[in-house]
C-alpha cells in the first residue's frame, strides 16, 4: 500500500523560505510509470498545483510560482521537496504531495498525503 | 490557460436521491478530466479519470461524462459517506494543471 507524508515546519515567517519533505513509503519513487506533485490549498479555498517532479530531476512548475517554487528528489531516500521562497501570507495553506499517474495518456493524482498546514506569520 | 468551472457552488441533496455536478472548460480538454472528491479535514480522492474511468476502490455510484468542455460527475443514490467537496481537473495542458473550484455537496 502506498503512503505519501509530508514533513517540515508549519511557521514560517514572512519574506523566509517554506521548506517540505515527501517521504514515500510502499513503492520506489524511482518508477518511470509517475510524477510526483505538490498542491496546496488555502483554508476555506480549493486546490492549487504548484509543481511536479519526475524521479529524474525534471521539474514542472505553474507559472505563478516558477519564480518562486523548487522541487527536488532523494532517490535514495524515496524523498521529494518543495522549497518555496519569499513567501507571504497568502501562501499560508494545507500543502499535500501526490503521486501522479504518468501513462496512456493519464496525468492525474491518484495517492495523495494527508497534508500539513503551513502558516506564515511573524 | 484554461479556465475550469464548476457549477453549482452549492448543491443540497437528499439521502438516496442522485446529483449531477457540472464541470466547464474554457476551451476543450478532450477527456483529459480528473473528478476528487474531499471531505473536511482529509486528503481529496481520486473518483474518476479519462472523464469517465473510475479510479480502482471507488463504488459504481460515481459515475463521469462529457468531453471537450463539458462534463459532469452523476452520483446516483446518495450516501452519507458522499456529502464532500468535489473537484475536477484538467490535465489536457500538461505541464499545466489546473483545478475547477469545487462543489459542495450537502444535506438537504
Known amino acids: 500500500q502506498l503512503h505519501l507524508r509530508e514533513s517540515g515546519p508549519g511557521l514560517v515567517k514572512p519574506s523566509e523560505t517554506l521548506s517540505l519533505t515527501c517521504t514515500v513509503s510502499?513503492?520506489?519513487?524511482?518508477?518511470?510509470?509517475?510524477?510526483w506533485g505538490w498542491i496546496r490549498q488555502p483554508p476555506g479555498k480549493g486546490l492549487e498545483w504548484i509543481g511536479s517532479?519526475?524521479?529524474?530531476?525534471?521539474?514542472y512548475y505553474s507559472p505563478p510560482l516558477v519564480s518562486r517554487a523548487t522541487i527536488s528528489v532523494d532517490t535514495s531516500k524515496d524523498q521529494f521537496s518543495l522549497r518555496l521562497n519569499s513567501v507571504t501570507a497568502a501562501d499560508t495553506a494545507v500543502y499535500y504531495c501526490a503521486r501522479q499517474a504518468r501513462g496512456d495518456g493519464d496525468l492525474a493524482f491518484d495517492y495523495w498525503g494527508q497534508g500539513t498546514l503551513v502558516t506564515v506569520s511573524s | 490557460d484554461i479556465e475550469m468551472t464548476q457549477s453549482p457552488a452549492t448543491l443540497s441533496v437528499s439521502l438516496g436521491e442522485s446529483t449531477t455536478l457540472s464541470c466547464r472548460a474554457s476551451?476543450?480538454?478532450?477527456?483529459?478530466l480528473a473528478w476528487y472528491q474531499q471531505k473536511p479535514g482529509q486528503a481529496p480522492r481520486l473518483l474518476i479519470s479519462g472523464a469517465s474511468t473510475r479510479a480502482t476502490g471507488i463504488p459504481a455510484r460515481f459515475s463521469g461524462g462529457g468531453s471537450g468542455t463539458e462534463f459532469i460527475l452523476t452520483i446516483s443514490s446518495l450516501q452519507s459517506e458522499d456529502y464532500a467537496v468535489y473537484y475536477c481537473?484538467?490535465?489536457?495542458?500538461?505541464?499545466?494543471?489546473?483545478f475547477g473550484g469545487g462543489t459542495k455537496v450537502e444535506i438537504k
Open positions: 510502499g513503492d520506489s519513487l524511482s518508477s518511470f510509470r509517475y510524477y
Open positions: 481537473q484538467q490535465y489536457h495542458t500538461w505541464p499545466l494543471l489546473t
Open positions: 517532479i519526475y524521479y529524474s530531476g525534471i521539474t
Open positions: 476551451q476543450s480538454v478532450g477527456r483529459k
